[in-house]
């Protein structure tokens, strides 16, 4: 599902996180080594937001294995597009085949019921209705973990929260992509429509290609009672792991 010009949307075909199209030649191939690189780089992507080299590297992997070989086995991840070299000088960072490599087979969800559940508590209140709490709940998932949170109670009826965060990730610094996420906000209601045919029970991450928003960003998604639309946007670069838990936290607390 993609916003067009002139306001039109479609609904894309590409595949939902979960599944995607993968290498099998390379997935069979890949060394216990070349998957550590791949999760470290990754990891370090997430945090920095700048290019990994193989020096940052060697600390983690260990003195056994030297920078011309970390070198090499990136050099390889390259050639097989998990990873990507934004210029010569420049260390690599995660493509979006790599960023799917990890979803399939290294995410570590964490347990942050605990956290979400007393952050929720200053939020919360009896003179509240359900539809003010959900917002309040909207506002910790964003504060937590940094990106746009979105909320609908009907097709006609969308809360947004976050989109602050959103732009102040370096990723927005690309004018374009700052461009044609605020046409999808400008015409949120209409897009959320469309999200309503294609999201399911499942709190699922789409991202790249398969993400409905950008092919550039990522996006957990997941429909809770009652038809209620739960949404959390942000970058590919964005903490899968902690950002799954937030999710499934928010649906959670929503349906009990």
């Given at each position: 599902?993609?916003?067009?010009?002139?306001?039109?949307?479609?609904?894309?075909?590409?595949?939902?996180?979960?599944?995607?199209?993968?290498?099998?030649?390379?997935?069979?191939?890949?060394?216990?080594?070349?998957?550590?690189?791949?999760?470290?780089?990754?990891?370090?992507?997430?945090?920095?937001?700048?290019?990994?080299?193989?020096?940052?590297?060697?600390?983690?992997?260990?003195?056994?294995?030297?920078?011309?070989?970390?070198?090499?086995?990136?050099?390889?991840?390259?050639?097989?597009?998990?990873?990507?070299?934004?210029?010569?000088?420049?260390?690599?960072?995660?493509?979006e085949k790599g960023y799917q490599?990890y979803l399939d087979h290294f995410?570590?969800?964490?347990?942050?019921?605990?956290?979400?559940?007393?952050?929720?508590?200053?939020?919360?209140?009896?003179?509240?209705?359900?539809?003010?709490?959900?917002?309040?709940?909207?506002?910790?998932?964003?504060?937590?973990?940094?990106?746009?949170?979105?909320?609908?109670?009907s097709k006609d009826n969308v809360?947004?929260?976050?989109?602050?965060?959103?732009?102040?990730?370096?990723?927005?610094?690309?004018?374009?992509?700052?461009?044609?996420?605020?046409?999808?906000?400008?015409?949120?209601?209409?897009?959320?429509?469309?999200?309503?045919?294609?999201?399911?029970?499942?709190?699922?991450?789409?991202?790249?290609?398969?993400?409905?928003?950008?092919?550039?960003?990522?996006?957990?998604?997941?429909?809770?009672?009652?038809?209620?639309?739960?949404?959390?946007?942000?970058?590919?670069?964005?903490?899968?792991?902690?950002?799954?838990?937030?999710?499934?936290?928010?649906?959670?607390?929503?349906?009990?």
């Amino acid at each position: 599902m993609k916003l067009l010009n002139n306001s039109t949307i479609e609904i894309a075909t590409s595949p939902r996180q979960g599944g995607g199209t993968r290498n099998d030649k390379m997935i069979n191939s890949m060394t216990e080594r070349q998957e550590k690189i791949l999760k470290e780089i990754i990891k370090s992507y997430i945090k920095l937001a700048q290019p990994i080299s193989s020096e940052c590297l060697m600390g983690k992997l260990g003195n056994k294995v030297s920078s011309a070989t970390v070198r090499n086995e990136m050099a390889e991840l390259e050639a097989e597009n998990y990873l990507f070299q934004p210029h010569a000088s420049a260390g690599r960072i995660p493509a979006e085949k790599g960023y799917q490599y990890y979803l399939d087979h290294f995410l570590e969800e964490k347990d942050l019921s605990q956290i979400f559940a007393r952050y929720s508590k200053r939020v919360i209140s009896d003179k509240k209705t359900k539809e003010e709490i959900c917002k309040n709940l909207a506002k910790v998932v964003a504060h937590l973990s940094g990106e746009a949170v979105i909320i609908s109670f009907s097709k006609d009826n969308v809360y947004y929260t976050g989109i602050f965060n959103l732009f102040s990730q370096p990723e927005f610094s690309q004018f374009n992509l700052i461009r044609d996420f605020s046409q999808i906000i400008d015409n949120l209601d209409e897009f959320v429509t469309l999200l309503y045919s294609c999201v399911g029970d499942e709190v699922e991450i789409s991202l790249g290609r398969a993400n409905p928003f950008s092919p550039q960003l990522a996006s957990i998604l997941t429909m809770a009672q009652n038809k209620t639309l739960l949404g959390l946007i942000g970058p590919m670069r964005m903490d899968f792991d902690k950002n799954l838990a937030l999710m499934k936290s928010f649906k959670n607390f929503i349906e009990d």
